[in-house]
């Protein structure tokens, strides 16, 4: 199937990521934007006319959309708690389906997405943009080597200067006009999965979760800000108590810096430890720090160059479907619900004020 051209809609603008993903499909030589919809029209309009989508190809009704452009695979963006609804809606049509992170607003909706999608037979995947950074990949490479022995503990810190202070391609908004937003945004609304918890914790705890080759953790203590008039944290510490050791994940939105224009401190990404090294991998940075029994002081290595079909979500999972291939790693339900189990684990420690086992 490697000449087949992969037809692809792209439905719900909700997350800003959608532009992102649409212009990897727009740069893949077996790959065509065949339609696009959003429930706001006047979005649908603006995302698409930076994007170059022309009106033929917006579609205002979603079963329009799905039933005359017949695609192979449908890119959602929704709310992060209506990720379940559009699976379900959008799964009988006999699609594979890509939906941006993070996988779900609870562990019954992640479990919902997955029997809908296997009663289909066709594909679900769930994509991590972070997964695709250079220093994480070359971390997990040679965490997967060997060359520093064991895993013991992850240490992760991320976030930006908050969802509303950007949109699409990163085009920044004033502090001002995103303070206003907040009131109105869903990014702030609970039912809806607002919050830096449940928007950057899953990063962490997934591509945790895939350094460690899936070990799950014991037990899970999370504590979040708790901001006055907002329905949702800020910041978050959830540390995991593993058969191993401790490991700690920390979330933030309100970073003095966007990780993409100038590193915080903390800086954004991983430390991870083992029984023979450690390794600081940071976001969009080009070098990662090694150290070992050789060079305890620290050894400093370029990031390796990833070649297709590993430079983005696009490629590889049209690469498994021209393959006939389940996806791996972070894209996989089965690994991305390990991740869920310990979100839904650190929702309930932090209401409840308490350590609690891991939920399932």
């Known amino acids: 199937m490697e000449n087949k051209i992969w037809k692809v809609a792209g439905v719900n603008f909700d997350h800003m990521h959608m532009g992102d993903l649409l212009r990897l499909v727009a740069a893949h030589p077996n790959a065509e934007i065949v339609g696009v919809w959003h429930h706001e029209k006047t979005t649908l309009a603006e995302v698409s006319s930076r994007l170059g989508i022309p009106p033929e190809k917006q579609y205002a009704d979603l079963d329009l959309c799905l039933t005359q452009t017949q695609p192979d695979l449908v890119i959602l963006c929704p709310k992060t708690g209506q990720h379940a609804e559009f699976v379900e809606k959008v799964a009988p049509y006999g699609v594979h389906l890509l939906v941006e992170k993070p996988f779900a607003s609870s562990l019954a909706d992640a479990d919902r997405m997955i029997s809908a999608v296997a009663k289909t037979g066709k594909v679900l995947a769930i994509n991590w943009p972070l997964a695709w950074y250079p220093p994480h990949r070359t971390t997990k490479r040679l965490i997967s080597e ?137 976001d969009y940075e080009e070098t990662i720090r090694v150290q070992s029994g050789e060079n305890p002081e620290g050894e400093i290595i370029s990031v390796d160059i990833l070649e297709p079909p590993y430079q983005n979500p696009i490629q590889y999972l049209i690469h498994c479907l021209d393959q006939g291939i389940i996806p791996e790693g972070p894209l996989s339900p089965t690994l991305c619900r390990i991740g869920q189990q310990i979100i839904d684990s650190a929702v309930l420690s932090a209401n409840e004020k308490r350590t609690v086992t891991l939920l399932d």
């Open 146 to 282: 060997g060359v520093i022995g064991d895993l013991l503990e992850v240490h992760y810190y991320d976030g930006n200067r908050g969802p509303l202070r950007h949109i699409a391609d990163k085009i920044e908004i004033g502090e001002a006009e995103a303070a206003r937003q907040k009131s109105l945004s869903w990014w702030y609304q609970k039912a809806e999965g607002g919050g830096s918890l449940q928007d950057y914790l899953g990063y962490g705890v997934t591509l945790g979760t895939w350094f460690l080759d899936g070990r799950k953790p014991l037990e899970v203590t999370c504590v979040v800000d708790e901001n006055r008039g907002l329905e949702v944290d800020e910041h978050s510490f959830t540390i995991c108590r593993y058969e191993t050791g401790l490991s700690k994940f920390e979330t933030r939105w309100g970073t003095f810096t966007d990780p993409w224009t100038h590193q915080p401190q903390p800086k954004c990404g991983f430390v991870v430890v083992c029984t023979k090294g450690t390794i600081s991998s940071y």
